[in-house]
């Protein structure tokens, strides 16, 4: 509203702001200025040298690094994770949201800290966390593999510590748009007759929508791009329990610097998409509330 | 309803593509710096199996710190056959029953087909005029070396440096204690494998000095260009041993005992040997060890069972939880 209290008289040239209500500009521009060069060094030069070593020798050998059997697996297993992780993660964590935000009970404080655990937690802690229980040193672990059940070392762990380590996001998008839009809403629509399931679909989800979506992006952004939990888990077996993170780490370490950064720019790529959806929502968000 | 559809076809796909491929899968857990010389073996061998038996085989690589890969496989990584950097990894895992406690017995040349040495990697012109190791004592020199504690290459360095110093005129394990103390004052970076260090020394630039693996320091110079690095080979140095064998209980499970034996017989065949050789390790069969004479530096190589009385005694006094190594690392600054 600031921008818009004008004294009356004042000739139309007289726009600068006065003194009273603005910085000099010496510490307008050097803020600003500090900003940008932080952003640059801190953001864009990363990730435009992700893009120039990974297009260094051209087009053809940014396709063949990307399209190898061992590159092929490493982006069927990440897809794959993800595909199970954030739908697991998006029904966990709207009901954990829901309880949290629509009712009263004894241990919310509780629920609500175990739900930030995996945040709080360091990914290498969350990975050896499930080499404990599924090892073959645990008696847990000991009787699965009497089974025949492959837990460490294959997909299922590192599907686990990927649902460990993503849990958090779409419960912490929606617990406070949830406690900040109340229950009113339900309470009218239990009055007018409506059942449980109606009122979660009909209410509650269209209030949430975007807060969710926006939840689910970055579960599965993260999801994608964990590396310390799943390279505990994981085993890494080329070709067949590599995601797409620890193949960069291997091809890094085996010098082939160009197909690291060729595979590390689909990393990247993903990041960049991520970005657009968000801003795409948080426009719309805003758009809505206004 | 499209959901679950799309999720099951995305899931039935990928454990199509796992499971579809081939009539026996082998793992081989190995050791950071044998990658390029198992991608290649592992082609060889699954020709020359195909040949003999008819059988397609996928053979699978697993690769990371000797050490870990060890705990790996105690924690339950299916590994037909491990080929890991030193005899105490493998130990390791016949402390868990996993294989029995004679596995070192079973294949000639105490179960390692191929041996290396340390060498030192220096920088192009060897401004700092490193030639043995009591050069790496002299203040000013920067060494890069990985941690004793997780890396298997990084104690043979320790050992190499520790037996140089027993060997001079008047030495005693008192004397060593103070020149590799002295050597570790020197260490700029530890890090937890060989590859790591190799990158932290080449890429990074860091340090003067890398003590290496000699294959890992052939494969620098070949990858990153002769022109950038030196190799030096020193006086002394240690013969080192990766030994392999196949792990007992996951064969007997899965029934590949005999490919899995077969495949490690293989490597010291006459072309398992020329393999090793090209990728810069030192061949047992004399006649290809011969040929590839020329490769490797002259040296004088103990052994660890002749110095250290063994990879058990060695582990105990100088890398246990507050042995030497700790001691030593404790007090150098």
């Known amino acids: ?290 | 309803m499209k959901f679950t559809q799309v999720l099951t076809g995305v899931l039935a796909s990928a454990t199509l593509s796992v499971s579809a491929a081939a009539d026996t899968t082998l793992l081989n857990v190995s050791y950071d710096p044998t990658r390029e010389l198992y991608q290649e073996y592992n082609a060889a061998f699954i020709k020359y199996w195909k040949g003999k038996t008819n059988e397609t085989l996928v053979i699978n690589q697993s690769h990371a710190g000797s050490g870990k890969q060890a705990r790996a496989v105690i924690d339950g990584q299916d590994a037909d056959v491990v080929t890991l950097a030193l005899a105490y990894d493998i130990n390791a895992l016949a402390e868990k029953k996993i294989l029995p406690e004679d596995w070192q017995k079973r294949l000639p040349q105490n179960s390692s087909p191929y041996t290396s040495t340390i060498v030192f990697l220096v920088r192009k012109g060897n401004p700092k005029q490193i030639k043995d190791w009591n050069d790496l004592a002299k203040p000013g020199v920067g060494i890069v070396t990985p941690n004793p504690k997780t890396s298997g290459g990084a104690r043979w360095n320790y050992l190499a440096a520790w037996a140089y110093a027993l060997a001079q005129p008047g030495g005693n394990d008192a004397k060593a204690r103070e020149f590799v103390g002295q050597i570790f004052k020197n260490v700029k970076v530890l890090d937890s494998g060989a590859r790591g260090s190799t990158t932290s020394f080449v890429e990074r630039g860091i340090g003067d000095v890398l003590l290496a693996w000699e294959n890992e320091a052939f494969l620098a110079i070949k990858e990153l260009g002769p022109d950038k690095f030196d190799i030096v080979t020193p006086s002394l140095s240690i013969l080192a041993e990766p030994p392999v064998t196949v792990v007992d209980k996951v064969v007997d499970k899965r029934g590949t005992r005999k490919v899995s034996e077969a495949y490690l017989e293989y490597l010291y065949s006459p072309e398992g040997q020329e393999i090793a050789a090209k990728h810069y390790y030192r061949p047992r069969d004399e006649k290809i060890a011969a040929k590839y004479a020329g490769q490797f530096g002259k040296v004088n190589l103990i052994t660890i069972d002749g110095v250290f009385g063994g990879w058990n005694k060695a582990q105990k006094e100088h890398f246990s939880d507050g042995g030497i190594f700790d001691q030593l690392y404790d007090n150098r600054k």
């Not at chain 1, 009970?105 to 930030?116: A, C, E, M, P, V």
């Not at chain 1, 809403?185 to 989800?205: H, I, K, P, Q």
């Not at chain 1, 939840?215 to 890494?236: D, K």
């Not at chain 1, 990247?268 to 968000?278: F, G, Q, W």
Request: charged share 15%.
């Open chain 1, 1 to 290: 509203m600031t921008g818009f209290v004008m004294q009356p008289d004042s000739p139309p040239s007289v726009r600068t702001p006065t003194r009273a209500t603005t910085e000099p500009l010496w510490v307008r521009v050097v803020l600003i200025g500090v900003a940008f060069a932080f952003f640059a060094v801190f953001l864009l030069i990363p990730l435009a040298a992700v893009f120039i070593e990974a297009l260094k020798k051209g087009w053809d050998t940014y396709a063949n690094s990307i399209s190898t059997p061992d590159s092929i697996s490493a982006i069927k297993l990440t897809l794959v994770v993800a595909a199970i992780s954030v739908p697991l993660n998006l029904v966990f964590g709207v009901a954990a949201a829901w309880s949290v935000a629509k009712f009263e009970f004894r241990g919310k404080q509780f629920l609500i800290s175990l739900i930030d655990l995996p945040f709080s937690v360091s990914p290498v802690i969350s990975g050896l966390i499930y080499v404990l229980i599924f090892g073959a040193q645990s008696r847990f672990g000991q009787a699965l593999r009497e089974l025949d059940i492959r837990v460490l070392f294959a997909v299922p762990g590192i599907v686990l510590a990927t649902i460990f380590v993503t849990f958090p996001f779409v419960a912490r998008e929606l617990i406070p748009l949830m406690q900040a839009q109340g229950n009113d809403e339900e309470e009218a629509a239990v009055m007018l007759g409506a059942g449980g399931f109606t009122t979660f679909f009909r209410v509650t989800l269209p209030n949430i929508k975007w807060g969710l979506m926006y939840g689910i992006i970055l579960c599965n952004a993260r999801a994608m791009g964990e590396f310390g939990a799943v390279s505990v888990v994981s085993g890494h077996i080329r070709g067949l329990t590599n995601t797409i993170p620890l193949h960069v780490e291997i091809l890094y370490n085996e010098y082939n610097f160009v197909p690291a950064f060729a595979v590390a720019s689909l990393l990247a790529i993903l990041a960049l998409l991520t970005l657009c959806v968000k801003s795409f929502i948080e426009w719309r968000r805003g758009d809505l509330e206004a």
